[in-house]
């Protein structure tokens, strides 16, 4: 089983840069396959970026891709997403979640087992 808190939201203004992150607790962390997925207020959760189990494979929405960079530091038991070039439509509650298995479907949320409480993060015109 894996715990998961998430940090570093907040609120910004358009073009500023943010990080978050998420520490995990738990056995067989780096076993698992890491995402990040956002909520927005009226929407649904929706993938945002995904990292395989040894770093090898990154995956990211179309929205954020040359903006947002997924990484993770297993002997830390971290997750990051670093975000530059923020914009409105980037503001949602982030929530990090751990998926164990194949590599199939990481941008499905229903696959992942393990999900942090959410951090805001909100981007001002």
């Known amino acids: 089983q894996v715990q998961l808190v998430e940090s570093g939201g907040g609120l910004v203004q358009a073009g500023d840069s943010l990080r978050l992150s998420c520490a995990a607790s738990?056995?067989?962390?780096?076993?698992?396959?890491m995402g990040w997925f956002r909520q927005a207020p009226g929407k649904e959760r929706e993938f945002v970026t995904s990292?395989?189990?040894?770093?090898?494979?990154?995956y990211y929405t179309d929205s954020v891709k040359g903006r947002f960079t997924i990484s993770r530091d297993d002997a830390k038991k971290m997750v990051y997403l670093q975000m530059n070039s923020l914009n409105t439509e980037d503001t949602a509650i982030y929530y990090c979640?751990?998926?164990?298995?194949?590599?199939?479907?990481?941008?499905?949320?229903?696959?992942?087992?393990?999900w942090g409480q959410g951090t805001q993060v909100t981007v001002s015109s």
């Open positions: 990292i395989s189990w040894g770093g090898v494979n990154t």
């Open positions: 979640a751990a998926k164990a298995g194949t590599l199939n479907s990481l941008r499905d949320s229903r696959g992942y087992a393990y």
């Open positions: 738990g056995r067989a962390f780096s076993s698992y396959h």
